[in-house]
């Protein structure tokens, strides 16, 4: 029985090897006997114990004296000691109980041993028998030649004794992101191909799953009959459903579902403990900072039968169906999906929760660098309630007022046009104005990430076709404003000034000064990207001073920053770095990291264009950092290609290579940036030029140029490239 319920070493085995070297070391380097391996169901914690043990150290420290207990199949002290006596073949006495037996053993053995108890929290959490079962353990525990290892559910170890836990204050860790995947593989077997779109499909998969092994095991037996798409789309239908082994009887190992129904085995029917778990299997954030946020989230609606939902949170954390994490209450994904099937949360929790965050985004600092940090925590929560809310019609608040608080966020953006496009679809009794607002915030985002074509024919234009039916001039002048701000970065220069000059009139005839500036402003940048910069030095500073008497912090310092790269240009070095400086300060005291990395990038070419490299490379390389962290990966990319050009005149051509090859990689999702995708090849061809491999410098060349070609307005850049192929020729003939 013992033996057929004792699992064998598994062959797949990604991503431990660090937590498997600490356990080797507390057992036999550290002098420390107790080891208890802590965590969720499914988490890996009888595989750990089992690669640990059949380490070379252990082995040589205890030999054949390993001793390792299923402990689901026992249920008591007398059962488990039973189990004991059996594994380390201890011959009973006449007339000897068993505990005498089993402890004059452990008493008198000469050499170090050690026992595993695998799954101790089926006795352990066996209320009648705890007494005994906590007793017989800690005299184990003091036989000084026994070490122990324990693996159960649950933040702490049995008894009083002091454990050393691997892992973190939750227990073990899920899988990495790297080692998830390369585990899936493994299950999968050679069916699973690598390519860029099979990895794409397993990295969603193995995010949506929470990197918990088992759910990856599980997941990955069904990936050797079907494809990566049907079965993600068997996760979307089924959840935790799909995750077990169809193939034997369900048990905690081939059953995520089996596996969670233990722990909640442990609650006994607690009807609190129970209540709770549905609320928080809804937030895929969990509750942050709980102590202070739990009540305020849920007392209108429903409170624990002792006034305190702390015993409640202590027997939840004993089952390990939650954790604590920075001070928040967290569940792993494929249990919250799970939870969420079995014990639904309801309308009036629901209620509750869209109340409680409608007031917390009310609650947020002005200053976007305080606000962030604190929504963070909370965005996966606050989308999946508001989408909730605004699919059944239930909404209690302002699910739009809600939108048009988050929409400035730009790290958010993919939640705001999410929710955006659901109000557009849900809300029949939405306001006119509110829905072409919507339409216009849509297209600002779109254009933001690139998609250029999508924001100007799918919402800008329906925009303006309902603007201009309308007598709401400063709606009209906005929506002429955005589409002008999309030609721009689609680098259609003309189309851009016609439609931001069509705007400053209106703006000028409704005598909107702040509409005016804006105009300005885009008017210098573009005059800017023209080469007429004098004019663009006139807009601009003319623009600056509208921005400073309205007390726009943010826009002056763009307007500062446009400055200086303009005085860049007329290589008056001291006159822009001034106004670069001045530009960092106030994006810094603003809260701008945008601001900052923008600042950071212009400094570096300044630098560059000084050959002050070092100085170049050290700029480039933080704002490139500045920008990776806020999610702006154009900028990011670019970059990339402005240390590749430092790196290239430096001579140090391998890593200004990386650096190309890495712009263009950043820049694959992003195939409307036309204009920054020809200067990295054109570049590039630059570089294989000076490495004298003309052949790659030509192809380069060719590509850079029908890039440019494509774009329609960039005859100059097509012309640049053509004079690098007519030099390349030279260089040949020569």
Same mark, same amino acid.
């Given at each position: 029985?013992?033996a057929?319920?004792?699992?064998?070493?598994?062959l797949?085995?990604?991503?431990? #090897?660090?937590l498997?070297?600490?356990?080797?070391?507390?057992?036999?380097?550290?002098?420390?006997?107790?080891?208890?391996?802590?965590?969720?169901?499914?988490?890996?914690?009888?595989?750990?114990?089992?690669?640990i043990i059949?380490?070379?150290? &252990?082995?040589? @420290?205890?030999g054949?004296?390993c001793?390792?207990l299923?402990?689901?199949?026992?249920?008591?002290?007398?059962?488990?000691?039973?189990?004991?006596i059996?594994?380390?073949?201890?011959?009973?006495?006449?007339?000897?109980?068993?505990?005498? +037996?089993?402890?004059?053993?452990?008493?008198?053995?000469?050499?170090?041993?050690?026992?595993?108890?695998?799954?101790?929290?089926t006795?352990?959490?066996?209320?009648?028998?705890?007494? $005994?079962?906590?007793?017989?353990?800690? *005299?184990?525990?003091?036989?000084?030649?026994?070490?122990i290892i324990?693996?159960m559910?649950?933040?702490h170890?049995?008894?009083?004794?002091?454990?050393?836990?691997l892992g973190?204050?939750?227990?073990i860790?899920?899988?990495s992101p790297?080692?998830?995947?390369?585990?899936?593989?493994?299950f999968a077997?050679?069916?699973?191909?690598?390519?860029?779109?099979?990895?794409?499909?397993?990295?969603?998969?193995?995010?949506?799953?929470?990197?918990?092994?088992?759910?990856i @095991?599980?997941? +990955?037996?069904?990936?050797? *009959?079907?494809?990566?798409?049907?079965? %993600?789309?068997?996760?979307?239908n089924?959840?935790?459903?799909?995750?077990?082994?169809?193939?034997?009887?369900?048990?905690?190992?081939?059953s995520?579902?089996?596996?969670?129904?233990?722990?909640?085995?442990l609650?006994?029917?607690?009807?609190?403990?129970?209540?709770?778990?549905?609320?928080?299997?809804?937030?895929?954030?969990g509750v942050p900072?709980?102590?202070?946020?739990?009540?305020?989230?849920?007392?209108?609606?429903?409170?624990?039968?002792?006034?305190?939902?702390?015993?409640?949170?202590?027997?939840?954390?004993?089952?390990?169906?939650?954790y604590?994490?920075?001070?928040?209450?967290?569940?792993?994904?494929p249990?919250?999906?799970?939870?969420?099937?079995?014990?639904p949360?309801?309308?009036?929790?629901?209620?509750?929760l869209? /109340?409680?965050?409608?007031?917390?985004? @009310?609650?947020?600092?002005?200053?976007?660098?305080?606000?962030?940090?604190?929504?963070?925590l909370?965005?996966?929560?606050?989308?999946?309630?508001?989408?909730?809310?605004?699919? =059944?019609?239930?909404?209690k608040? =302002?699910?739009?007022?809600?939108?048009?608080?988050?929409?400035?966020?730009?790290?958010?953006?993919?939640?705001?046009m999410?929710?955006?496009d659901?109000?557009?679809e849900?809300?029949?009794?939405?306001n006119?104005?509110?829905?072409?607002?919507?339409?216009?915030?849509?297209?600002?985002?779109?254009?933001?990430?690139?998609?250029?074509?999508?924001?100007?024919d799918?919402?800008?234009?329906?925009?303006?076709?309902?603007?201009?039916?309308?007598?709401?001039?400063?709606?009209?002048?906005?929506s002429?404003?955005?589409?002008?701000? /999309?030609?721009?970065?689609?680098?259609?220069?003309?189309?851009?000034s016609e439609?931001? =000059?069509?705007a400053?009139?209106?703006?000028q005839?409704i005598?909107?000064?702040?509409?005016?500036?804006?105009?300005?402003?885009r008017?210098?940048?573009?005059?800017?990207m023209?080469?007429?910069? $004098?004019?663009a030095?006139?807009?601009l500073s003319d623009?600056?001073?509208?921005?400073?008497t309205?007390?726009?912090?943010?826009r002056?310092?763009?307007?500062?920053?446009?400055?200086?790269?303009?005085?860049?240009?007329?290589?008056?070095?001291?006159?822009?770095?001034?106004?670069?400086?001045?530009?960092?300060?106030?994006?810094?005291?603003?809260?701008?990291?945008?601001?900052?990395?923008?600042?950071l990038?212009?400094?570096?070419?300044?630098?560059?264009?000084?050959?002050?490299?070092?100085?170049?490379?050290?700029m480039?390389? #933080?704002?490139?950092?500045?920008?990776?962290n806020?999610?702006?990966?154009? $900028?990011?990319?670019?970059?990339?290609?402005?240390?590749?050009? %430092?790196?290239?005149l430096?001579?140090?051509?391998?890593?200004?290579?990386?650096?190309? %090859?890495e %712009?263009?990689?950043l820049?694959?999702g992003?195939?409307?940036?036309?204009?920054?995708i020809?200067?990295t090849?054109l570049?590039?061809?630059?570089?294989?030029?000076?490495?004298?491999?003309?052949?790659?410098?030509?192809?380069?060349?060719?590509e850079?140029r029908? &890039?440019?070609?494509s774009?329609?307005?960039?005859?100059?850049?097509?012309d640049?490239?053509?004079?690098?192929? +007519?030099?390349?020729?030279?260089? /040949?003939?020569?």
């Open positions: 029985m013992i057929s319920a004792t699992p064998p070493l598994p797949v085995f990604t991503g431990r #090897d660090d498997v070297d600490q356990g080797v070391d507390i057992l036999c380097n550290q002098a420390l006997r107790f080891l208890a391996i802590l965590g969720a169901g499914g988490m890996g914690k009888t595989s750990l114990a089992l690669h059949h380490r070379p150290a &252990v082995k040589q @420290k205890f054949q004296r001793h390792f299923p402990c689901d199949i026992f249920e008591n002290a007398e059962a488990l000691t039973q189990g004991l059996s594994i380390m073949k201890i011959m009973l006495q006449e007339n000897q109980g068993k505990q005498e +037996a089993l402890f004059n053993y452990l008493k008198a053995t000469q050499h170090d041993l050690l026992i595993i108890f695998d799954n101790f929290e006795p352990w959490n066996n209320h009648g028998s705890r007494t $005994d079962i906590r007793n017989l353990v800690e *005299k184990i525990a003091g036989c000084e030649r026994v070490s324990v693996t559910r649950g933040p170890g049995p008894g009083e004794i002091p454990w050393k836990a973190d204050d939750s227990g860790p899920q899988l790297a080692a998830a995947n390369e585990a899936f593989k493994a077997g050679p069916k699973v191909e690598s390519s860029e779109t099979s990895d794409s499909l397993i990295s969603q998969l193995m995010y949506e799953l929470d990197y918990i092994p088992l759910a @095991k599980l997941s +990955a037996y069904h990936a050797r *009959k079907i494809s990566l798409d049907t079965l %993600t789309e068997m996760w979307k089924y959840k935790t459903g799909m995750l077990r082994d169809a193939t034997t009887q369900d048990s905690r190992s081939t995520v579902e089996f596996s969670i129904n233990l722990s909640i085995q609650l006994h029917e607690n009807q609190n403990s129970i209540q709770l778990l549905s609320i928080l299997s809804f937030l895929p954030n900072f709980w102590e202070s946020n739990l009540n305020q989230m849920i007392s209108k609606s429903v409170q624990p039968s002792n006034g305190n939902w702390s015993l409640n949170i202590s027997v939840l954390l004993d089952t390990s169906l939650i604590i994490q920075n001070e928040g209450l967290r569940m792993l994904a249990i919250r999906e799970y939870i969420q099937s079995q014990y949360t309801g309308q009036e929790i629901m209620d509750q869209e /109340i409680f965050y409608a007031q917390f985004l @009310k609650d947020l600092p002005n200053n976007d660098m305080q606000a962030q940090p604190m929504l963070e909370h965005i996966n929560n606050i989308e999946k309630i508001l989408r909730a809310q605004i699919k =059944s019609g239930h909404s608040s =302002s699910c739009v007022s809600a939108v048009f608080i988050l929409y400035p966020f730009r790290r958010f953006a993919s939640v705001s999410s929710l955006i659901l109000i557009l849900k809300d029949k009794k939405i006119k104005d509110d829905e072409v607002e919507f339409k216009l915030k849509k297209a600002k985002i779109l254009r933001s990430m690139g998609r250029f074509q999508d924001a100007k799918q919402v800008i234009l329906q925009a303006q076709k309902y603007f201009k039916q309308s007598q709401n001039q400063r709606a009209q002048a906005n002429m404003r955005w589409l002008g701000n /999309i030609y721009f970065r689609q680098d259609k220069y003309k189309e851009a439609m931001i =000059s069509e400053q009139q209106l703006f005839k005598g909107n000064e702040l509409g005016v500036a804006e105009c300005l402003k008017l210098g940048d573009i005059y800017q023209q080469g007429r910069n $004098d004019e030095i006139q807009m623009a600056l001073k509208q921005f400073q309205f007390g726009n912090q943010m002056a310092a763009e307007c500062l920053l446009s400055l200086g790269e303009l005085y860049r240009k007329q290589k008056k070095y001291d006159e822009a770095t001034e106004m670069i400086m001045k530009a960092q300060t106030q994006s810094e005291e603003i809260g701008s990291k945008q601001g900052v990395a923008n600042c990038r212009t400094l570096g070419r300044i630098y560059m264009d000084q050959t002050q490299y070092d100085e170049a490379v050290g480039f390389s #933080d704002a490139q950092i500045q920008y990776q806020i999610r702006r990966i154009v $900028d990011a990319a670019w970059c990339y290609q402005y240390l590749g050009t %430092t790196y290239r430096q001579g140090q051509y391998e890593k200004a290579k990386e650096a190309l %090859t %712009t263009l990689e820049l694959k992003f195939p409307g940036e036309k204009y920054k020809g200067w090849l570049e590039f061809g630059h570089l294989l030029f000076d490495m004298e491999d003309f052949i790659e410098a030509r192809r380069k060349y060719e850079a029908n &890039v440019f070609d774009h329609g307005q960039l005859e100059k850049d097509v640049r490239c053509s004079r690098a192929l +007519a030099k390349l020729d030279e260089t /040949i003939e020569q």
